[in-house]
Structure formats: C-alpha cells, structure tokens
C-alpha cells in the first residue's frame, strides 16, 4: 500500500491521527505500518455504538446432553468409530494459543506457563502430552494447528521448536495467525499503541476458522481429506483432544458439532449452557440465565440448564465453510486499552476505556443444525487457567493434575 493509499483509506473511515507520527518513523516502521493500515477492517468501528446493546437473543429451551451413564454403555462402539476415523486422517486439532499470561504475572504467550512445582512442565506440554495419549492408542499421527496471534506468534513458534514440540511431530504441526480487530475509544477512533502501530486485539474465538481460510489452510483439510476438526483452548490443562470416543459419538449421532460438557457445580456457576435458541443449536451464557432457567428440571428431575461447555468443540469442516460464507454477529466488548497519548505517552488504563470487536463461538455454532453435548468428567478434564491463584487459576489446576497422577 502506497502513502497515498492508506491517506485515502483513513480519510473515507475518519482515523487521520494514525498517520500522526509517520514522517518520525523509520523505513521500516513506515512500511509495517502501511501495511498495518492496509490489512485492518476499520469497517467494524462503526459498531462502538452498540456497546452495551446485546444482540437480540431468541426463545432458548434445554438441550439434553449425552451423559456418562449412555456413554459407557457405547463406549467400545464410539471407540471403534472414533478410532477408525483418526486412522483415515479424517480428524484434526486446533489449538487456540493466542494469549499472552498476563493475568498470571507473565510477559509470555500463555501456554509457555510453567505449572510445574519439582520440574519444568509447560502448559504447552501438557496439552500435547494429552494429545499423544491419543496417537499412540490409535497409532495415528494427528494433524496439529495451532493459532497464535500477532502479540505472540515468533514467541511461540521459537518455544515450541526448541522443545522439540514435547515429541510431537513437527511435520504435523502447522502454525497460523489469527486475524486482529482494531481496538477504538467509544466513539469508533482508533487507539495507537505506538507512533507506528494501531493498537488491536484477537477477533474472537470464532476467528479460528476464517484465520485458516486467510492462511490458505483449506487447501491442507482438502488435500488431507479432513473432514473433523476438534477446536480447543490453551488454558485447560487436563483436556482431552480428539479423544476417539468422543469423535465416534459425534459421528454416530450424526451431529454436526460435538460439545464436551462437564455438570455445573452450582446454578450460577460462570460458564456457558448448551440450549437451543429458536430451535437451533446456541449457548447461553451464565449471566443469561433466569431464576426460572436455573430451576428448570428434566424428565429426570435434574436441572434442565445443567452441563457447561469447556471449550472444546469438534466441527464438521464441510458445515464449517458453509458458516464460513456468512456473517456472524460482532460482539463489542468494553475492555482496558493501553494507547499513547497527545505526547506519544504509553497510558495503561486502569479502568475500561474502550471497545474490542469479536465473533463468537457460539454464534458459529447457532447456524448449525444440530449438535451433541457430550458430558465428560470434571475432574478428569476440566482445569482451566484464568488466574494466577484461588478458582480456575494455576493452584487449583496443580491440584487437579496430581489428582489425576500428573507429575509436576
């Protein structure tokens, strides 16, 4: 993009000031920051009006998940399903590692974290070790993507190679970035985070997909013949991936996306609920819930609004570029935005002070027809990283690991 080019782009959307400090900067600078202007949708900033109106969400009514009891009885058949599908190349995964740990007092991305107590043992690590539990009961190399973001790409890249990949198999690692949102003040301007650079954040966690499609990876699922693909998050150290019973019932159930689901610990507990909305698969969020929701019972007496997603989804690909070719809602999101100032001052707010622009997963999920909420067991699969110490943080995971005989 030539100088006159992005002055004409930032003209037609009203963000000049981008363009402050160019003549300052060096070649170089001048060039990714051209780029920069180039590469950013700044079509999504007319939507900072609608901060603080959630979109219109329809009627929601349960829907009942596959608990453990019917898994069990299934299990050898699922298995065998699941099984033979990795073994056709048919399933791969998808990390999403775009995070830094900052909530956990670290300037690195978040899966570099060290949970270990008498040894090193990374969050990466143990995902992958998770995943090789898989590979080697299957006998079956698994294709790994794993997303990074613009914050954390080389860092991640030159961790993960250096330790070997923790035995994974580099050549069925495929590394891609996920496409940045312009980060506003709440009138849609811009923020800058340095003289040359706009200041931007991940599009959400239904980004993934359309990342792959910027990437060119949809030429790897086809000529691969994938036909599943099991999306999970960086933070949960006890995950299962494509875990071949899982895999199998979702195939056999015929459903176009697997949920794994833990039962909630109490009513209010903060994590998403798989529904229905207008009769379509969706996710209610925890602060979305009624009184009258949460008193809701089955047929069996048990809370009707009871099994919460811990993201980790398994998509049929066919159905993902069928949503691939629509639009998805945009969440605006108020959030703390460090920018420069009048001065060209780095400001780290301490209170919100501006709007982030995302897609959600499960809007993704809500164009699809169906769906299976698989229950698994909390203890077994659940140890999410959020905070440095008390719920959901590195202490209760280190709990949850030596519980499940995790040397660390």
């Known amino acids: 993009m030539t100088l006159q080019e992005a002055k004409d782009k930032l003209e037609k959307y ?16 001048q060039e990714a920051l ?38 069990e009885a299934k299990k050898d058949e699922f298995t065998k399903i699941g099984t033979e599908a990795i073994k056709q190349g048919k399933v791969a995964a998808c990390l999403l590692a ?20 008498t040894k090193e043992v990374y969050i990466f690590q143990r995902i992958i070790e998770n995943l090789l539990d898989v590979v ?7 294709h790994l993507f794993i997303m990074t973001s613009e914050k954390n790409h080389e860092k991640t890249v030159k961790f993960l190679t250096e330790k070997n990949f923790f035995g994974y198999k580099a050549d069925k690692i495929t590394f891609f970035k996920q496409d940045m949102a312009p980060a506003s003040d709440y009138e849609g301007k811009v923020y800058m985070e340095e003289k040359g650079r706009i200041s931007t954040s991940p599009n959400g966690n239904a980004g993934w997909f359309s990342s792959m499609l910027k990437a060119g990876l949809d030429e790897t699922l ?32 015929g459903a176009e996306v697997g949920a794994k689901v833990v039962k909630k610990n109490a009513p209010n507990e903060g994590v998403g609920v798989m529904c229905l909305e207008d009769g379509r698969p969706s996710i209610v969020e925890y602060y979305e819930l009624t009184q009258e929701m949460m008193d809701a019972k089955d047929e069996a007496g048990d809370p009707a609004y009871n099994y919460g997603v811990i993201l980790n989804y398994l998509f049929n690909e066919p159905a993902l570029e069928r ?14 935005i460090p920018y420069i100032d009048e001065n060209a001052n780095l400001i780290k707010p301490e209170k919100p002070n501006g709007c982030k622009f ?3 997963v499960l809007d993704m999920i809500h164009e699809l027809d169906s769906c299976l909420p698989y229950e698994v067991v909390r203890e077994k ?17 280190r709990e949850l690991c030596k519980k499940n005989g995790i040397e660390l």
């Open 136 to 142: 080697k009961a299957t006998d079956s190399w698994i």
């Open 381 to 397: 699969e659940f140890a999410p990283i959020k905070n440095k110490t008390g719920i959901d943080s590195v202490e209760s995971a």
């Open 323 to 336: 949503i691939a070719k629509k639009e998805l809602p945009l969440h605006v999101v108020e959030k703390k």
């Open 222 to 253: 086809h000529a691969e013949g994938i036909e599943w693909i099991n999306i999970f998050a960086v933070d949960n150290v006890l995950q299962r991936i494509c875990d071949p019973c899982f895999v199998g019932a979702t195939i056999a159930n």
């Open 34 to 71: 051209l780029a920069q202007i180039d590469e950013t949708d700044f079509d999504v900033l007319k939507n900072a009006k609608n901060l603080g109106k959630g979109s219109e969400r329809g009627a929601f009514e349960p829907l009942a998940a596959m608990q453990l009891s019917e898994i």
């Open 14 to 29: 009203g963000q000049m000031h981008v363009l402050k400090y160019y003549d300052e900067l060096s070649a170089a600078e």
């Open 358 to 360: 995302e897609q959600l």
């Open 98 to 117: 775009g995070g830094m740990g900052t909530r956990l007092g670290s300037d690195d991305p978040k899966g570099m974290y060290n949970i270990g107590l």
